[in-house]
Structures are given as structure tokens and as C-alpha cells.
């Protein structure tokens, strides 16, 4: 049961994510971007020396 738990919360955060995307794409978001003031701050996330496939949490 608990195999079925993981793989909802994944469909659902999935969902949740392609829904922000499509809402971006079609311009929901222009004004909030447009009236936004102030600086801007970027993340950026490192990569595992050992396995580049995973992503190292330590960043």
C-alpha cells in the first residue's frame, strides 16, 4: 500500500508542476512578473562527483 502512496504523491506533485507550467506559458503570471521589484535571486544546485545523475544535497 504504501508502493501506491509514493506513486500518487508523485502523479500529483507532477501535476501540480506541469499545471505551473502551462499557467506560465500562457501568461498568467505576466503581471506579477511585470510589477516585481527588487533583486533577484538564483539557485543554482550541484551535481554528485561520484554519480552525475544524482543531485547532491549538500547545495
Do not use: Q, W
Request: with cysteine.
Amino acid at each position: 500500500m504504501e508502493i501506491l502512496n509514493k506513486i500518487g504523491s508523485k502523479l500529483s506533485r507532477e501535476g501540480k508542476y506541469l499545471l505551473r507550467d502551462v499557467e506560465h506559458r500562457i501568461g498568467l503570471y505576466n503581471n506579477f512578473y511585470s510589477e516585481a521589484c527588487g533583486s533577484r535571486i538564483v539557485i543554482y544546485h550541484g551535481i554528485c562527483k561520484d554519480d552525475d545523475t544524482r543531485f547532491n544535497p549538500v547545495f
